[in-house]
């Protein structure tokens, strides 16, 4: 079926749009087939999905060849208002399974959308799920990389529509479900399971949010309530990658980033930019005696004698039996 077929065979009409097109139980069942892709050569057609890979592939290759690209990507500089690395981390990719998945799927859903909503939208669209997956997995976990988050918002969306809009009723097939469903838990396995890091937080806001909009755009008198859930949990995201993130980050690697960075700062005698890293530092991790020791070391440096005892007292109080925390009010 050539792509100019497949097109004609979803011309959209306005009584198809929000209806549920899954066949009824009184009715045969019918097999639905997703419709196969654009071929590589119609690539003008698509220039949303074209740049977004092409920047992918890019950046990915310069990362692999040592280039630094530390700008990019997610940090606890998010906090401190460098919010675009929610959005730049996408492009980066650990290695070739990885950029060959996102690179195919972001082409098989990404010209399907961008066939139907046009470029303006599509890229919209990519933004939105970009940040808003990226901003819960960093809240939730560490961060990462990859254009997983949207390759899944991708799906969720494709996945309503296909069902309830008839533009989109040949974009998704069982198989690509299956595929997808047994892809993100096998994901968790590897995760769970030490074998490779995967940002399933991503995974699953993504999708999350995927739905909610493919659910928006397919029933009109809903649509107010679901793009108010859908701004709220991406507000959310955002809220929780910066302000909250210290008392809801969930990795155990939580705080040693800040931790390193108000080290760095305590060498380099920058006290005051010392006390916010150290200081958030033990916001997650409370517990590190060694962090609180060096957050009253840079409290001493400007002065603030109070919070510098403090400190060091909850150091002592942390490891009693450690000497270099035994007399905390002779520092």
């Not at 997956?133 to 960093?138: A, I, K, T, W």
């Not at 030490?194 to 993504?206: D, E, K, M, R």
């Not at 440096?301 to 909850?314: C, I, L, N």
Request: charged share 15%.
């Amino acid at each position: 079926m050539t792509t100019e077929a497949a097109n004609t065979l979803v011309k959209e009409t306005p009584s198809s749009v929000g209806k549920d097109l899954t066949p009824s139980s009184q009715q045969p069942e019918i097999v639905i087939q997703r419709s196969p892709s654009p071929s590589w050569r119609e690539y003008p057609h698509y220039p949303v999905v074209v740049v977004t890979g092409l920047l992918a592939i890019a950046i990915t290759v310069a990362w692999w060849s040592k280039t630094d690209i530390s700008v990019l990507l997610q940090t606890a500089a998010i906090r401190r208002g460098q919010l675009w690395r929610l959005l730049t981390s996408v492009f980066p990719h650990v290695d070739i399974l990885h950029l060959v998945f996102n690179i195919y799927w972001l082409w098989v859903f990404g010209t399907s959308v961008e066939n139907r909503f046009g470029p303006s939208r599509t890229a919209g669209l990519f933004v939105l799920l970009a940040i808003g997956s990226n901003s819960l997995d960093f809240a939730l976990e560490r961060g990462g990389v990859g254009l997983s988050g949207i390759g899944y918002g991708l799906f969720g969306l494709v996945w309503v529509l296909s069902k309830r809009d008839h533009r989109f009723r040949t974009a998704m097939d069982s198989r690509t479900v299956k595929l997808f469903i047994a892809w993100f838990f096998f994901c968790i396995l590897l995760t769970v399971g030490h074998q490779y890091s995967v940002a399933n937080v991503a995974h699953a806001a993504g999708a999350l949010l995927g739905i909610l909009l493919g659910f928006a755009i397919s029933t009109p008198k809903q649509r107010p309530l679901l793009v108010g859930a859908t701004s709220i949990l991406v507000l959310f995201g955002l809220a929780a990658a910066t302000i909250a993130r210290p008392r809801l980050n969930l990795s155990a690697y939580g705080g040693y980033e800040e931790e390193q960075w108000g080290y760095e700062d305590l060498i380099a005698n920058q006290n005051q930019e010392a006390i916010h890293w150290l200081r958030d530092s033990t916001l997650y991790q409370p517990k590190v005696a060694g962090f609180w020791f060096n957050l009253g070391l840079a409290y001493a440096r400007v002065g603030d004698t109070a919070a510098a005892s403090s400190a060091f007292a909850r150091a002592h109080q942390l490891e009693p039996d450690n000497p270099q925390f035994a007399e905390p009010s002779a520092r």
